[in-house]
């Protein structure tokens, strides 16, 4: 039977195994289930998902992977999970066809079975391309691009500080991607172009606006990056080249913040370019999605800072993604960093519960407990955001591509205003 892809969505586990084509799936294949941990939060879904598949298909064999959950330590995921018969780390292309038939296990590097003894996997030089007719509703789903992988930027609270920037995808690649991808799903598509760190050279940015024009495509793109690392003159060749959405990594504009969570080391140089790229994207018609953390020590007078360098610049920001600092597991060296948040000022909002779940939320300060900077940032949301900004942002590279805005609208009036992360007038 062909390989098939099945998205959870927002579903329950039970649900999601009531599906007939997964049904349909499970019954005419031989081979294990790939599941897949995209965060620590999932894993009471993924334990709840396993503990049915078990029940419905004792047989079946079931391999674990996602790369920043796993990690290289799965003693804490197993009890967690209550199942799972192999777990990958890494990211596994070079391993998948070896990973379908369970005798091969004993030989395949890079698991729990065989690290530390295999040693880990090396980069890949060229990322795969996509299959979206493998996945099950693929029409409805907005599509995504791998451009790079790593960062390598040494903030304090991301995973990936310490892995280095990979090689962009080539110019001529991501065209011919955009192109199948418009040939596949028609031409409104909006794809994200998925990376840690989008950072091109401006060789690079020059290729690749010339071929997207060569090539007479249309389709408006997504990325991330942080807010010290384009020029104006790049932004105008990328937004020549289809760039629309860009969500940008400010995190804060309080110096002590910027400093303790290792963001930059000059606070003034990184918020003046921060106001620089700002600016040159609403000259250039590209929505911003600003994301702001609250980290360790914060205070009323911090989040005070970070929030009137917005307000001056609020013209020039589609909307903003605003959260507390979670802690994941990340090995012995997340112990090491609880360490230097509890010196900062924060605690546990459980103990222990890095060893059981795989995260830690914290109570950032005395002026921020828990409680207080999930509402904090829900007002902050609110402040920035109307419901038609949010329902843009999210309708490019998140929503179903079938979500009308009328639906988006029924949606929103059956839900408590209170927990709506933006607001339903235009008025700040």
């Known amino acids: 039977m062909a390989t098939r892809v099945f998205h959870g969505d927002f579903s329950t586990p039970a649900d999601f195994l009531a599906r007939r084509d997964l049904l349909a799936a499970l019954a005419g294949t031989e081979f294990p289930v790939f599941l897949s941990l995209p965060s620590g939060k999932a894993i009471p879904w993924a334990a709840e998902f396993l503990r049915l598949l078990k029940e419905l298909r004792p047989a079946v064999k079931v391999v ?100 280095p920037l990979q090689t962009l995808r080539t110019p001529a690649n991501v065209v011919a991607n955009l192109d199948r991808y418009a040939r596949l799903f028609g031409t409104n598509i909006t794809p994200y172009f998925e990376c840690s760190f989008f950072r091109p050279p401006a060789t690079w940015i020059a290729e690749f606006a010339d071929r997207y024009k060569a090539e007479g495509l249309t389709v408006r793109w997504r990325t991330e990056s942080r807010v010290d690392s384009l020029t104006p003159s790049q932004l105008e060749r990328l937004a020549a080249g289809g760039l629309k959405v860009i969500d940008l990594g400010l995190e804060s504009a309080s110096a002590r913040q910027l400093l303790a969570m290792r963001k930059t080391t000059r606070p003034d140089v990184y918020l003046r370019k921060a106001d620089e790229l700002l600016r040159t994207c609403a000259e250039n018609g590209i929505w911003t999605k600003v994301n702001v953390l609250l980290y360790a020590g914060e205070t009323e007078a911090t989040l005070g800072e970070t929030l009137d360098w917005l ?79 949010y329902f843009d942002l999210k309708s490019f590279s998140y929503f179903p591509r079938s979500l009308t805005w009328h639906r988006f609208e029924i949606v929103v009036a059956q839900t408590p205003k209170a927990i709506l992360p933006f607001r339903q007038n235009s008025q700040p």
């Not at 998948?96 to 690290?115: H, K």
């Not at 509890?342 to 890095?354: D, F, T, W």
């Open 64 to 163: 674990v992977g996602g790369r920043w959950v796993l990690r290289e330590d799965v003693s804490w995921l197993r009890p967690a999970l209550g199942g799972g018969d192999l777990f990958v780390f890494g990211t596994a292309e070079r391993r998948i066809v070896d990973l379908l038939r369970p005798e091969n296990w004993a030989g395949v590097a890079y698991t729990d079975r065989t690290f530390p003894a295999s040693g880990p996997e090396f980069p890949l030089r060229d990322l795969p391309d996509l299959d979206y007719t493998l996945l099950a509703g693929y029409p409805d789903y907005t599509t995504s691009l791998e451009v790079s992988r790593g960062c390598g930027m040494g903030c304090s609270f991301c995973l990936e500080r310490d892995v």
């Open 311 to 389: 307000e001056r610049r609020r013209s020039w920001i589609k909307g903003l993604s605003v959260n507390p600092l979670v802690v994941y597991r990340d090995g012995t060296s997340a112990d090491g960093y609880l360490r230097s948040l509890r010196e900062l000022g924060a605690r546990p909002v459980a103990e222990g519960s890095l060893e059981t779940l795989g995260f830690v939320d914290l109570h950032l300060s005395e002026d921020f407990d828990w409680v207080n900077s999930l509402e904090r940032c829900l007002r902050i949301g609110q402040s920035f955001m109307t419901a038609r900004d």
